[in-house]
C-alpha cells in the first residue's frame, strides 16, 4: 500500500517540514533525538494536526488542509506501540490483546500476531510476570487487533537492553513477514534499522535529509554524514551456509565469495541481511595472503567520496553487493582509488556485532 506524507508543523520553536513517500513495508524513520520523528508518526495517527500539506494512505486521504480534510485518530484505523508496553495490568494477556479488538470481525492480524510473536504460551499470564520483551510483543499484537490499516511503532526496543534487542528482534521479523500492513518505525539505532527496514527516512532538525530504498541509502558514500559516521555500512544480502561450524563461527554465502562471521540464529539456506560498517572495511589493491583476517571479498571501485575532514568513503560492489570503506584521505590517494579500480576488501570476523546480523533478505 502506498503511502504519501507532505507536512509541515510549527511546534512551538521547532519547525517541522516533511515530505517522503513509500510503497508499503517497513519505512524506518531515522534520526537523532528532537529531529522530528515522533511528530511525524504522531501526525499521521491523527494526535496532532499538522498546519499544511497532506496524508494519503493508499487511497484514504487521512489529512489534506487544502480540502479541509481531517480524519479523527479514533477513524484512521491505526496501531500505535509506545516505547514502553503500557498494558493494563489488571487485565490478563488475551484480555490485552482483545481490548484492541471491540468489533465484531474475524481476528485477522490478531491471530497472526499471536503466532509471529510468538506470545500463545502467555495468554493466561498477567502483565506483571512478563519481561520487557515479552509485554512488548504483547503490546505489539494488542495494536495488531483493532485490525490497523498502519502501524506505527515510536522505538519499541527503547527500553529493552541488548540481550532482550537480540532476543526481540526475531519476533519482528516474523511479523513482517507474515502482515502486509505498512509500518512506519521510529528509531535512533541503525542496527535496528538495518535489520528491518525496506525503505528509509533520514530527518535533521525537522527536515528530510535522505528518502528511498534502505539499500541505496546506506550503500551512497555521500550519505554518511546524514548517517553518521559510526553508523554507517552498507548491507551484504547473504544465505547461511553452515550456521554452526565447528570453531564456532557461521559460514555465508555472498554473491562474490564467503563470510566467516560470529554464529547466527538462522537455518542453514535461510537469507538474512549483514550489516558491514563503512570503517570495518579495508582495503588492498592485491590479494592479501597471511592475514588473520578470514573474509576477503574482490570488489570494485564505483566512487570515492571525499568529505570535508581526512575521511574518505570508498563505494564499492562485490558482485551484487554494495560495500563502503572509510578510509583516510591519505591512504585513497597513495593506492590510486578511481572508480573501476579492482580491489579487495578485508573485514575481520569478530568486527561484526551480533546486532547487525540477522533480519530479512534485502526487499
Known amino acids: 500500500m502506498s503511502v504519501s506524507v507532505r507536512i509541515q508543523q510549527q511546534l512551538g520553536d521547532f519547525s517541522l517540514d516533511v515530505a517522503f513517500e ?30 499544511k500539506g497532506h496524508i494519503r494512505l493508499g487511497e484514504q486521504v487521512l489529512f489534506d488542509s ?31 490483546i482483545a481490548y484492541g479488538h471491540p468489533r465484531q470481525q474475524p481476528p485477522t492480524h490478531r ?35 483493532s485490525e490497523p490499516h498502519v502501524l506505527l511503532m515510536d522505538e519499541p526496543l527503547a527500553a529493552l537492553d541488548e540481550a532482550r534487542k537480540a532476543e526481540f528482534l526475531p519476533y519482528l521479523h516474523q511479523l513482517v513477514a507474515r502482515t502486509s500492513i505498512p509500518v512506519f518505525y521510529v528509531s535512533h539505532a541503525m542496527s535496528e534499522v538495518a535489520q528491518l527496514a525496506d525503505n528509509l527516512v533520514v530527518l535533521r532538525e525537522g527536515r528530510v535529509a535522505r528518502a528511498g530504498p534502505l539499500g541505496d541509502i546506506l550503500a551512497d558514500p555521500a550519505a554518511i554524514c546524514d548517517i553518521g559516521v559510526r553508523e554507517a555500512g552498507a548491507i551484504l544480502n547473504v544465505t547461511v551456509t553452515r550456521a554452526n561450524d565447528s570453531d564456532g563461527l557461521s559460514e555465508l554465502a555472498t554473491s562474490r565469495g564467503r563470510l566467516f562471521l560470529p554464529p547466527v540464529h538462522a537455518e542453514d539456506g535461510s537469507a538474512m541481511r549483514v550489516r558491514i560498517r563503512a570503517s570495518d572495511v579495508i582495503l588492498s589493491k592485491d590479494r592479501p595472503d597471511g592475514l588473520s583476517a578470514l573474509n576477503i571479498l574482490p570488489c570494485t571501485v564505483t566512487q570515492v567520496h571525499e568529505g570535508q575532514g581526512p575521511g574518505v568513503a570508498v563505494a564499492l560492489t562485490s558482485g551484487g553487493d554494495s560495500l563502503i570503506a572509510r578510509i583516510t584521505r591519505r591512504s585513497a590517494r597513495a593506492m590510486g582509488l578511481r572508480a573501476g579500480l579492482s580491489c579487495y576488501a578485508v573485514i575481520k570476523s569478530v568486527s561484526v556485532a551480533p546486532a547487525d546480523l540477522g533480519g530479512r533478505g534485502a526487499a
Do not use: W
Open 111 to 145: 491471530d497472526a500476531g499471536v503466532a509471529a510473536l510468538g506470545i500463545a504460551h502467555l495468554l493466561d499470564r498477567s502483565p506483571r510476570d512478563l519481561s520487557g520483551g515479552e509485554a512488548q510483543r504483547v503490546a505489539i499484537a494488542r495494536a495488531l487487533s
Open 66 to 96: 487544502a480540502k479541509g480534510t481531517f480524519v479523527q485518530p479514533h477513524k484512521r484505523r491505526v496501531g500505535y506501540v509506545f516505547q514502553e508496553p503500557r498494558l493494563f495490568p489488571h487485565m490478563s494477556v488475551a484480555q490485552n
Open 22 to 51: 513509500s510503497d508499503g513495508g517497513v519505512t524506518a524513520l531515522f534520526g537523532p533525538s528532537g529531529s522530528g520523528k515522533t511528530s511525524v508518526i504522531n501526525a499521521i495517527a491523527g494526535l496532532a494536526q499538522p498546519d
